[in-house]
C-alpha cells in the first residue's frame, strides 16, 4: 500500500503549489489511474513515490514506512518504472535494457539473460529475435512493451507508470492497455499509472483519482466516478457519453433476464461481454431485446433495453 | 533548393573571382636571388597565350557548366573540374618555373604568383561544393576530392615542381623540415590528449553543477581571448620560477623556455572547445532516457558513465576534433620560445623577407590540419555509426 499524508509540493517561481495537500490510499495490488488536465500534478505525485521529486511537507509512504527512510537509489530498484517516450537507452540492445535494474541489483549474468527471456514472453515478443536488437530498430509498440518489461524485470511490488502508452497510435495502444490488463491480472503489482485519456483510466483503473489544479477532486471506481461525478469539473473531464462509457464497465450478468421474447435466433451476445455490446446488438439488429450465450453457444437468457436501463437506476454501492 | 533549376551559385561565384583574379593578377614571381625584389609577371608574360588562354577557357568551361544548377551529372563534372584546374596550375606553375628560372640566373626563384592562388582556390571550393552535394561517404565524392591532391604529391614525387621557390627552400631545409613537422605532430599530441583529459572533466563538472557552469567556461573562454605570444610570455616566467624550485623538473626539460611553456599553451587554447562539446553532448542526451535511468535506480555516476556519457560522446569527440585541427594551427607558437615547430619557418620567412620560406611552413601546416582532421573523421564515424542517438521507437 502507498499513502499519500497532506503533501504539498511548490515548485519556485510558481504561484501554486504543483500538488497541494494530497491524501491518498492506494490499496495492494490496485492500479490506481492519476488523471487530469496538463499541471494538475499526477506526475509531480507518481514521481515523489520514488523520491525524484520530494515532497515540501506532508509524506509518502510504502507499507507504513517513509519513502525517506529508504536511499534513493535502493528505493528506486526496487520500484518499477516506465515513461512514456519509453526512454529506451538507445545504445544498449533490448536485452540490455530489460537487465537494466537486475544488473545494478547485481544479478549473476544467466538470471539475467533467463529472466529478459521471460518478460519478452510476457510482454508478447519473442525473446531470441528481440533481445540483441537496438531500441531504433523497434516499432512505437515494440519499445513501448520493452518499456513495460523493462519496469517489471526486477519483479517489483510496486510499478509507476507515466503515459507510458502515450506515444503510439490508439490501434496499438488499445492493444497495448488489453496485454496489460491480462498482464496485471495476473502479476497483482500495486500500480500508480498517470494519463490524460478518461477512456484509458476507465479501462486500466481499480481505482481513477482526478485531480485539477494540485488538488485530488475525486477518487472512486471508475464505474462511480462515471456514475456520480464529484463535481461539474468532473463531469466535464469524464465527457458527455460517460453513460456509455459505464455501460462498458457493466458485465451482462448486472442486466440479465430470462430467455424470453427473441425473435432474431442471430441477435445474440456471449455472457462475458459487456452491457455496451449488448446495446450495439440491439441497435445493429433494430431488435427489443438480445439473446444471451454461454460458451457453448446455448442462450442462457437475455437483455433488453428495458433491463439496460434498470441496471443503471439502481444506485452504485 | 531545387535540382536543375536556376544557375549554380558557387560555381558563378568561383569563376567571378577566379577568373578575374587569373588574367589580371601576377601568375609568378620572379626574383633574382632568394632576397631580392621581385618581379611579377602576369600570365601573358608568366606562361605565354596559349596556356593562358588554356586556363582561362577552363573558367569558361565552369560558367558554361554552372548556367544551371543540373543533376548528379553536373556535380561530379565540376567537381572534376575543379580538382582538375587546380592540379593544372600547380602543373603550369611548376612548369613555368623551370622555363623563367632558367632566363633568370643560377640563384633566381620564382614564386607561385597571386593570381595562380587565388585561382586554384577558388577551384578548390567547386570541389568541396561538389564535395558536399555527393555526401560523404560517396566514391564519386571521394574521387573527386582526391584527385587535386594525389596530382600534387604525383608532381611533388616525381620533381615536376623542383623548379619553384617554395621546393627550393625545401631542399634547404628538408631535415629540420620533418623534425618540425614531427614536433608539431607531438604537441599538438599531447596538448590534445591533456586538454581532452582535462576537459571532459571539466564539461561534466559544468554540466553536473549548476554553480560551476559559469565559473569554468569563463575560465576556459578567458584563454582564448590572451594572444599567443602573449600567453607564451606569461608562462615563462611561473614555469622557469618552477624550474629553478625543483631542479629535477629541468631535466625533462620543463622551464621557462622549449617545449613546456609551448604546451601548456596550446592545451589551455584546446580547452574551450572541448569542455564546451562535452557540455552540449551531455545536454543532447534525451531527457526522457536520462530520467528512466534516474528513476530506474542509477547513481549520479553510473548514469554519467553508462548513459550520459556514451550517448553524448558523438559531440564530445567532435570537440576534440576542432582543437586537434585548432591546435596544429596555434602550434606555431612553438617558434617564439625555442619549442620550435613548423612555424619556425613561417617566421624565419618572414625576418628574411623570403615568401617561399613562410608559404612552405604555412602550407605544411594546412596540409596537416586537413589530413587530421580527415583521419579524425573518419574515426567519428566509424566509431559513433549506430544507436548513439535519434530515434528510439517513436513509429508506430
Same mark, same amino acid.
Request: proline letters at 6%; aromatic letters at 6%; hydrophobic letters at 50%.
Given at each position: ?135 531504433? #530498430? ?34 496499438? @495502444?488499445?492493444?497495448?492497455?488489453? #496485454? ?65 462509457? @459505464? ?36 441497435? #445493429? ?25 434498470? @441496471?443503471?437506476? @439502481?444506485?452504485?454501492? | ?33 632568394? !632576397? ?67 632566363? =633568370?640566373?643560377?640563384? =633566381? ?14 577551384? &578548390? ?53 620533418? !623534425? ?19 576537459? $571532459? ?77 562535452? &557540455? ?9 532516457? $536520462? ?15 553508462? $548513459? ?19 591546435? !596544429?594551427?596555434? =602550434? ?65
Amino acid at each position: 500500500m502507498i499513502t499519500f499524508d497532506h503533501v504539498t509540493k511548490r515548485y519556485e517561481g510558481t504561484a501554486r503549489p504543483a500538488v497541494d495537500d494530497l491524501s491518498l490510499q492506494i490499496p495492494e495490488g490496485e492500479t490506481v489511474v492519476l488523471i487530469g488536465p496538463s499541471g494538475c500534478g499526477k506526475s509531480t505525485s507518481l514521481r515523489m513515490v520514488n523520491r525524484l521529486i520530494e515532497p515540501d511537507s506532508g509524506t509518502v509512504s510504502e507499507n507504513g514506512r517513509d519513502v525517506r527512510d529508504f536511499p534513493p537509489e535502493e528505493l528506486r530498484r526496487q520500484i518499477g518504472y516506465a515513461i512514456q517516450g519509453v526512454g529506451l537507452f538507445p545504445h544498449f540492445t533490448v536485452g540490455e535494457n530489460i537487465g537494466v535494474v537486475p544488473r545494478l541489483l547485481g544479478w549473476e549474468p544467466a538470471r539475467i539473460t533467463a529472466r529478459v527471456e521471460e518478460l519478452l514472453g510476457l510482454v508478447g515478443l519473442d525473446g531470441l529475435a528481440y533481445m540483441d536488437k537496438y531500441p531504433d #530498430e523497434l516499432s512505437g509498440g515494440e519499445a513501448q512493451r520493452v518499456g513495460v518489461a523493462r519496469a517489471l524485470a526486477a519483479d517489483p511490488p510496486v510499478l509507476l507508470m507515466d503515459e507510458p502508452f502515450g506515444a503510439v497510435d490508439p490501434l496499438t @495502444r488499445e492493444r497495448l492497455q488489453s #496485454e496489460f490488463v491480462d498482464i496485471q491480472a495476473r502479476l497483482k503489482k500495486t500500480v500508480v499509472f498517470v494519463t490524460h485519456d478518461i477512456d484509458e483510466a476507465v479501462k486500466l483503473g481499480d481505482r481513477i483519482a482526478i485531480m485539477r489544479e494540485g488538488r485530488l477532486i475525486q477518487y472512486d471506481t471508475p464505474e462511480r466516478v462515471l456514475a456520480y461525478p464529484a463535481d461539474e469539473f468532473v463531469a466535464g473531464f469524464v465527457g458527455a457519453e460517460r453513460a456509455l462509457k @459505464r455501460l462498458s464497465l457493466a458485465p451482462i450478468s448486472e442486466a440479465l433476464d430470462p430467455a424470453v421474447g427473441l425473435n432474431d435466433p442471430k441477435a445474440t451476445v456471449p455472457l462475458d461481454s459487456s452491457l455496451r455490446t449488448a446495446l450495439a446488438r440491439i441497435i #445493429e439488429f433494430g431488435v427489443p431485446v438480445v439473446g444471451i450465450t454461454d460458451e457453448a453457444g446455448n442462450v442462457v437468457g437475455s437483455v433488453s433495453i428495458e433491463s439496460i436501463v434498470e @441496471r443503471f437506476k @439502481r444506485p452504485l454501492l | 533548393m531545387k535540382r536543375g533549376g536556376g544557375p549554380y551559385k558557387v560555381g558563378m561565384a568561383a569563376a567571378v573571382i577566379g577568373l578575374p583574379s587569373f588574367l589580371l593578377l601576377p601568375f609568378a614571381v620572379v626574383r633574382r636571388s632568394r !632576397i631580392a625584389t621581385g618581379a611579377s609577371l602576369p600570365p601573358l608574360s608568366a606562361i605565354g597565350p596559349a596556356l593562358t588562354i588554356a586556363l582561362a577557357s577552363l573558367w569558361v568551361v565552369v560558367i558554361l557548366l554552372s548556367l544551371r544548377e543540373g543533376g548528379r551529372g553536373f556535380i561530379v563534372a565540376r567537381g572534376l573540374l575543379g580538382a582538375g584546374m587546380i592540379a593544372a596550375t600547380v602543373a603550369v606553375s611548376g612548369w613555368t618555373a623551370g622555363d623563367l628560372g632558367a632566363h =633568370a640566373g643560377r640563384f =633566381a626563384r620564382v614564386s607561385i604568383g597571386g593570381g595562380a592562388w587565388v585561382s586554384a582556390i577558388a577551384a &578548390y571550393s567547386l570541389v568541396l561544393a561538389s564535395r558536399r552535394l555527393l555526401g560523404r561517404r560517396s566514391p564519386l565524392g571521394l574521387l573527386v576530392g582526391l584527385l587535386a591532391p594525389a596530382a600534387i604529391v604525383a608532381m611533388l614525387l616525381t620533381g615536376f615542381l623542383n623548379d619553384l621557390g617554395i621546393m627550393k627552400e625545401y631542399a634547404n631545409v628538408a631535415d629540420r623540415f620533418w !623534425i618540425e613537422t614531427g614536433n608539431t605532430a607531438l604537441y599538438a599530441a599531447v596538448s590534445v590528449t591533456v586538454a581532452t583529459a582535462v576537459g $571532459v572533466y571539466l564539461g561534466i563538472v559544468a554540466f553536473r553543477n549548476q554553480q560551476l557552469e559559469r565559473p569554468v567556461f569563463a575560465t576556459v573562454s578567458v584563454f582564448q581571448t590572451i594572444p599567443g605570444l602573449a600567453m607564451v610570455g606569461l608562462l615563462v616566467a611561473p614555469l622557469s620560477a618552477i624550474s629553478f624550485a625543483l631542479p629535477v623538473l629541468r631535466r625533462f626539460g620543463i622551464g621557462g623556455i622549449g617545449w613546456a611553456p609551448v604546451v601548456t599553451a596550446l592545451t589551455l587554447y584546446a580547452l574551450l572547445a572541448i569542455v564546451r562539446n562535452t &557540455y552540449a553532448g551531455l545536454r543532447s542526451v534525451p531527457s526522457a532516457v $536520462v530520467d528512466a535511468g534516474r528513476g530506474m535506480g542509477m547513481t549520479g555516476s553510473q548514469l554519467m558513465r553508462r $548513459v550520459e556519457l556514451p550517448l553524448g560522446m558523438p559531440v564530445v569527440f567532435s570537440g576534440v576534433r576542432t582543437s586537434t585541427v585548432q591546435t !596544429i594551427g596555434n =602550434a606555431t607558437l612553438g617558434a617564439f620560445v625555442g619549442g620550435i615547430t613548423l612555424g619556425r619557418f613561417i617566421f624565419q620567412g618572414l625576418a628574411e623577407q623570403s615568401p617561399d620560406l613562410t608559404m612552405l611552413g604555412s602550407i605544411a601546416l594546412v596540409v596537416m590540419a586537413v589530413i587530421v582532421d580527415s583521419v579524425l573523421r573518419v574515426v567519428q564515424s566509424a566509431a559513433f555509426k549506430t544507436h548513439t542517438a535519434g530515434r528510439e521507437g517513436s513509429q508506430p
